[in-house]
């Protein structure tokens, strides 16, 4: 295939703003599905995306498309390289790997919503990765929509004319087909140049003729290894090509090529300027890895520019229910962590839960959806603890250590000083809202740094709040607060002193490290009394009365007592000495009295994954 007839470009967006329909009207505009297979969100696999209406992991799919007008444009068949990647803010990361697989990118703003904070942040991401914007207003049949006003926002947003903003509806197909013509006439063919090298190299390696490919993304099948992903910069590879991973220093044989339709679908050969995959027989984990370099072993260039590793920024530690499924958990993170490259994991004890492994995640919704794809594609029954962030810890000692644990933090006695991690974040809203969003900021101890007008009777917040205030229900309440108009935005900037204690959870007298947090000290009180309520409601009752406690500061915050199930045993009695009653609830009591010092709670794994997640207030 020629360079000038194929096209590669991505779909982004803020979160529900139509790009898996979109790409669904693609897929059966262009005849790459057929019309009778066509469901809704094709290219989102995955059953959690589904039941969740997102998309978690970005796919690659190729379609063929003829211009409209025949030859002005060259003529023949294109091929459209499309990849299809998430809204949410926690899966920025899939975003920023796509990008490099690409010359240009729709840039996709509902009518009915306008611009969102993710939208700025995607768009920034574009920009710098040098990649040609087509903008695009979706959802024009909605009778909700604003069309002529979202283009003008749109077309101030990019510095354009407002006729370079293309209009379509994902659900009816209208103007989906123009889009097409367009992505063709704007975005350039791929070349060596427009690889993410410098050009000297690029030119030697263009030379040379060695296969040189990005990987992007991977999988693993158990049949056949990791599949890795690849967008090819130079040469080309076939079946049973001998190819090595630049960075892993590791050779290997290539089992299979071939591409996305969107199944995987082998070809003879994948050549400069396309995107597909190869099959590689390993089925070692940490041989490979996104943003290493596949070539050729004749290749003696230096690997292609990857990727920054991403940085994970909530923690949890994860427990298997029953101490015997802990080899499945450790296998079941490999192969989850072959497909999802963004979280960490390693290994580590606790007195009271056992072994597990502590986690690294990119927020609170990746904690979530990695936990239960954990539970549903491995039948592994989980405890979660408590999610919380990364503290910097200066003891009175002298000695410095970085906290990735709430159960590890140490004592309020022993602290001297502690950093946390800050974030800026935009929040797009309403002016009406305003004064509501200020109260909650406050509560959540922002700092507004700016307030300024956007777009059409729209108002921009910039500030910067703590990290650990995320996870204190803050999006659902900005939800609420804003009856759903406001969008979110952040990014991590920088670390400052926090005012944090340790607060410790106890359950019949016993601490339960799952439920350990590091608080804010100003609200530890709250917070106490908050859990303790919570925990309360979902613990289950016994055959004995216990305790649910809230501790720090060495004393106790919060207590409830949850009593014990009541069953009379006497009562089953009938006729007789009263005597014989009068013994035998004498010995129940007794019974409960032993039950009391040595009876232990069972607590649910539903109880962990509500205390988990997002406040549950």
């Known amino acids: ?151 003008k926002e749109v077309s101030q947003l990019l510095e354009c004319e407002e006729s370079d903003v293309i209009k379509v509806s994902g659900r009816t197909g209208d103007g989906v087909a123009h889009l097409l013509d367009e992505v063709i006439k704007r975005v350039p063919a791929p070349s060596i140049e427009s690889g993410p090298r410098d050009n000297e190299v690029a030119r030697v390696a263009e030379r040379a003729g060695h296969f040189r490919a990005l990987i992007f993304d991977f999988q693993y099948s158990n049949h056949t290894g990791v599949i890795v992903y690849i967008r090819v910069f130079n040469g080309s590879a076939k079946k049973r090509d001998r190819l090595v991973f630049k960075i892993a220093e590791r050779e290997f044989e290539a089992i299979d090529v071939g591409i996305f339709t969107p199944e995987e679908t082998p070809t003879e050969s994948l050549n400069g300027g396309e995107i597909g995959y190869i099959v590689t027989g390993i089925k070692e984990p940490g041989i490979a890895s996104v943003g290493d370099t596949i070539a050729s072993p004749k290749d003696t260039e230096p690997p292609l520019h990857g990727y920054a590793n991403p940085r994970p920024v909530v923690w949890a530690s994860i427990y298997p229910e029953s101490q015997d499924d802990l080899p499945l958990l450790k296998q079941a993170l490999g192969r989850l962590k072959l497909s999802d490259s963004a979280f960490t994991y390693e290994e580590e004890a606790s007195g009271t839960l056992g072994k597990g492994y502590r986690c690294g995640f990119l927020g609170m919704l990746h904690l979530e959806i990695v936990t239960e794809r954990l539970r549903r594609e491995f039948n592994l029954e989980l405890v979660v603890t408590m999610p919380t962030i990364t503290y910097e810890v200066k003891t009175k000692n002298g000695k410095i250590s970085k906290i990735y644990s709430p159960a590890l933090f140490p004592d309020d006695h022993d602290t001297e000083e502690v950093y946390e991690p800050i974030v800026a974040m935009k929040i797009i809203t309403p002016p009406e809202y305003i004064g509501g969003l200020m109260k909650l900021l406050y509560d959540h101890e922002g700092e507004v740094m700016a307030t300024d007008n956007f777009g059409d009777n729209r108002t921009i917040l910039t500030l910067h709040m703590p990290l650990r205030e995320l996870m204190r229900n803050f999006f659902d309440e900005v939800k609420s607060v804003s009856s759903g108009y406001a969008s979110i935005s952040y990014d991590i900037v920088s670390s400052r002193k926090a005012d944090v204690v340790r607060m410790d959870v106890l359950i019949a007298d016993e601490p339960v490290p799952a439920f350990a947090r590091v608080v804010s000290r100003r609200r530890v009180t709250e917070d106490a009394e908050d859990t303790v309520e919570r925990l309360h409601k979902l613990l289950p009752r016994e055959l004995f009365t216990y305790k649910i406690q809230a501790c720090a500061f060495g004393r106790i915050l919060s207590s409830r007592t949850l009593s014990g199930v009541k069953k009379d045993a006497a009562g089953t009695l009938s006729g007789g000495d009263i005597t014989r009653k009068m013994k035998l609830r004498e010995k129940q009591r007794e019974g409960r009295k032993r039950l009391k010092e040595h009876g232990k709670v069972i607590i649910p794994q539903e109880v962990f994954v509500k205390m988990m997640r997002s406040g549950d207030r």
Do not use: C
């Open 1 to 151: 295939m020629d360079l000038k007839h194929i096209r590669n470009f991505s779909i982004i967006a803020h979160i529900d703003h139509g790009k898996s329909t979109l790409a669904d009207r693609m897929l059966e505009i262009t005849g790459t599905i057929e019309k009778r297979k066509m469901q809704e969100q094709v290219l989102d696999s995955m059953e959690l995306e589904r039941e969740r209406g997102i998309t978690i992991k970005m796919q690659p799919v190729r379609m063929k498309w003829q211009i409209a007008g025949g030859q002005q444009a060259g003529g023949g068949d294109y091929i459209l390289n499309l990849i299809d990647t998430p809204g949410h803010i926690d899966f920025s990361y899939e975003v920023s790997r796509s990008l490099r697989a690409v010359e240009g990118s729709i840039l996709l703003v509902d009518a009915t919503q306008g611009v969102q904070a993710q939208t700025l942040t995607t768009l920034n991401m574009a920009r710098e990765a040098g990649l040609v914007i087509i903008p695009v207003v979706s959802k024009i049949d909605s009778p909700l929509a604003r069309v002529d006003d979202v283009v």
